[in-house]
């Protein structure tokens, strides 16, 4: 609980004068490497933070959906109203998915939320409320926690967002937000939707500064580089006269051949994921035998591909990597999310967190006269009931 002075439940009893029947928390997420991957079949490494949503909520008979939230305040609609543009979409998308699914009933529900998650920072806050709104669906119409699928409800919850809420994401934030294990990230092929965990070295503590930039999923820029990536697929698959599912499938010597063949814009997305899935696999092999210089080479290297390659960084992240290889303690760090803004991710020696976090924040505030927004956390669970 963020405030220490209120939880879902009495959010919901304060709003709706009545018990809640369920109540879930899920984490927000942050993507340590593999940017860009996922929608593309290829590979990331996220791990949930401690940071959370939670909602409490009861069905209702009567096909309406109430919601309160803290943050966010109240919003009112018919289950089966088109989309709204508010963040109620988030909840009414799930409930609808899963009760296509044949899950849960398709009727209203009553709803409160607590978020601690940053909206707009690439941090998964819409994730993270898909899979505590499922979790507690499910638990007010009888599904045990114990029964869940939870690779399937990730699929799910990844369909509300696409087909409701209007963002085509891929998989990786309602996997993350749903399957992973405390103290480790998940090594997740997107193509396959095949994960394992990768545990964390001890001692080192996960670091997210906000770059004040605020970006919206469902601005120009993201539809353009899924768009620039179909492109650079269709161009692959005609010059290489060859069958190829995504742009995961190619290989290092398959992008130097496709030089002539695409576009520079076309071949520039393709050498990103190409190369990023690469660090993907570099970096979970390093933390596999405690290489942390290794890995967080594989860091800054994605932050320069991200930059050059994909065009995504803004010069508040490409700042906040830049100082933090400079800073003592610092492993490795990236711009992490969708880009245009959003945050960075820093790995960093526990015993020298708070002095980083300082002299990174002072530098920040040197060069763009503001304080920056920072978050220490460590890698942990994936959603539950509460």
């Not at 220490?4 to 490497?33: E, H, M, Y």
């Not at 996220?46 to 919601?67: F, Q, Y």
């Not at 035998?289 to 890995?295: C, E």
């Not at 967080?296 to 700042?319: I, K, N, P």
Request: hydrophobic residues 45%; glycine residues 10%; proline residues 4%.
């Amino acid at each position: 609980m963020s405030d220490g002075a209120i939880d879902a439940r009495d959010l919901f009893a304060q709003a709706f004068g009545a018990s809640a029947a369920a109540a879930a928390r899920a984490p927000g997420r942050v993507n340590l490497i593999g940017e860009h991957t996922d929608y593309n079949g290829g590979l990331v490494l996220p791990a949930a933070i401690e940071l959370a949503t939670r909602v409490a909520l009861r069905v209702r008979t009567d096909g309406s959906v109430r919601g309160c939230s803290r943050e966010r305040g109240e919003a009112r609609a018919m289950l089966h109203d088109p989309p709204s543009g508010d963040w109620l979409d988030y909840a009414r998308g799930t409930a609808r998915v899963l009760a296509s699914a044949g899950l849960v009933r398709a009727a209203g529900f009553e709803i409160a939320v607590l978020s601690d998650v940053p909206e707009g920072a690439g941090l998964s806050s819409s994730a993270a409320l898909e899979a505590a709104t499922a979790l507690a669906l499910l638990a007010a119409s009888g599904k045990p926690e114990v029964e869940l699928d939870r690779p399937a409800l990730a699929r799910l919850c990844q369909r509300a967002e696409a087909e409701f809420a209007g963002v085509p994401c891929g998989i990786m934030d309602q996997y993350a937000v749903l399957c992973t294990e405390p103290g480790a990230a998940l090594l997740l092929d997107c193509a396959r939707v095949r994960a394992r965990s990768v545990p964390l070295p001890p001692g080192i503590e996960i670091l997210i500064f906000d770059t004040g930039v605020s970006r919206r999923l469902r601005s120009g820029g993201y539809a353009e580089r899924r768009a620039e990536c179909e492109r650079a697929l269709a161009g692959a698959r005609s010059a290489l006269d060859r069958s190829l599912e995504s742009l995961s499938d190619l290989r290092d010597e398959d992008v130097e051949r496709l030089t002539p063949a695409l576009d520079p814009v076309a071949l520039r997305r393709a050498r990103h994921v190409v190369s990023e899935n690469e660090r993907v696999r570099a970096f979970a092999a390093a933390l596999a035998v405690g290489d942390l210089s290794r890995a967080g080479a594989a860091m800054f290297a994605s932050h320069e591909s991200l930059r050059v390659d994909y065009e995504v960084t803004v010069r508040e992240s490409d700042a906040l990597v830049e100082d933090s290889a400079a800073l003592p303690g610092c492993v490795g760090a990236r711009m992490t999310g969708a880009g245009w803004g959003g945050c960075t991710v820093h790995l960093v020696e526990a015993a020298r967190a708070g002095a980083f976090a300082r002299d990174l924040s002072g530098r920040f505030r040197a060069r763009f006269g503001r304080e920056p927004r920072f978050w220490r956390t460590r890698a942990a669970g994936g959603a539950r009931l509460i």
